[in-house]
């Protein structure tokens, strides 16, 4: 598949970076080293590449975000395609993580994801430190609170807290 990007992901990012909010600060400026930190140096961690876990991944690349990791132990079912739309038939039996960054990183040019089909108990601290976030799409319980427990014991050994924004499922219902 050839990529056709037409879209500049940079003054996307910039004008969703710069933009006001409902109810601004009068006194905020935007920070312009911040932002190029967040286009070009921001690396961002993607637990879970299934329904929520697509749409995550998709929305980071659309906005510019360009170094993302996934991580995803699961393989793609015929019954994921109505709602994974990252897959498609030709994906059935194949790593969720990996169909994922390959169907992103074959959209939009310059994108530096890549692909763990691993648990994420199967990490140590070490690779969690690398990053500046962590955007979890589970439908696990115990590994959410495995997540954010690693997360927690990081902050205490190192004083460097991770952001992590959860949202899950656990069967007809959302977190």
């Not at 637990?47 to 132990?73: H, P, Q, Y």
Request: with cysteine.
């Amino acid at each position: 598949m050839e990529c056709a990007n037409t879209i500049n992901y940079d003054l996307v990012l910039s004008r969703l970076l710069l933009r006001k909010g409902a109810n601004p600060d009068p006194d905020f400026t935007p920070n312009p080293p911040m932002i190029a930190m967040l286009q070009n140096d921001c690396r961002i961690l993607v637990v879970g590449a299934g329904g929520l876990g697509c749409e995550i991944i998709k929305c980071l690349a659309m906005t510019g975000f360009r170094s993302v990791d996934v991580i995803d132990m699961d393989t793609i079912d015929l019954s994921n395609l109505n709602r994974q739309f990252l897959f498609t038939t030709d994906d059935i039996g194949k790593p969720k993580a990996e169909a994922a960054v390959n169907a992103i990183n074959g959209r939009i040019l310059g994108l530096n994801y890549v692909a763990h089909y691993k648990k994420i108990q199967d990490f140590d601290d070490s690779f969690y430190r690398q990053f500046n976030m962590v955007i979890c799409g589970l439908d696990s319980v115990s590994a959410r609170r495995w997540m954010n427990s690693m997360l927690v014991n990081i902050a205490h050994q190192t004083g460097d807290v991770i952001p992590m924004v959860d949202g899950g499922t656990e069967a007809f219902k959302g977190h």
